[in-house]
């Protein structure tokens, strides 16, 4: 706020300030906020069996894309615990505030966790495939949820226990 806060203090110009800084304020503060919400929420309060299996761990970070020298960010990144081997890359996230979440989501994980099986350093052949929204779902992310057990969709309801 610090770039508007002479406006801020004139009576009657608030409404303003926050039209022009709200897409700024989501996407600065609410989305990596939501994100770290559904990291917690992974390693503190999912069921087990939603993840197939018990967190060792839960961050974020980005995985390279050799083939056209780009990468791409994992909101959320579940690590299991490691029996001697590989360690269980459990389930990888795309958490998403304010826009509802499809088939480009959907698609867009499943190429990450290809990625990850080919650089090797996990355990890839069980994870599943989390997409954590406030905004919800199209119909189609439903139907794929609904026919592949490695596809979860989680709104709002579910992370906070009402679902």
């Not at 939603?50 to 050799?66: E, F, I, K, N």
């Not at 958490?95 to 499809?102: D, F, V």
């Not at 189609?140 to 309801?157: F, Y």
Request: hydrophobic letters at 40%.
């Amino acid at each position: 706020m610090r770039p508007v806060w002479d406006r801020l203090e004139r009576p009657g110009s608030a409404p303003r300030v926050w039209q022009a800084s709200r897409r700024r304020f989501v996407s600065n503060v609410l989305g990596p906020h939501f994100e770290q919400v559904c990291r917690d929420w992974a390693l503190h309060h999912a069921d087990p069996a939603l993840l197939g299996g018990l967190p060792a761990r839960v961050g974020h970070g980005t995985v390279h894309d050799p083939k056209t020298r780009t990468g791409h960010e994992v909101d959320v990144a579940v690590i299991g615990i490691a029996d001697g081997a590989k360690p269980p890359l459990l389930a990888i996230g795309e958490a998403n505030w304010n826009n509802t979440m499809g088939m480009a989501h959907i698609d867009r994980l499943r190429h990450i966790r290809d990625l990850v099986t080919q650089a090797g350093r996990y355990d890839t052949s069980a994870t599943r495939l989390i997409c954590f929204s406030g905004a919800g779902f199209n119909d189609k992310a439903h139907a794929v949820a609904a026919a592949d057990p490695d596809v979860r969709l989680i709104d709002l309801a579910a992370l906070y226990g009402q679902a």
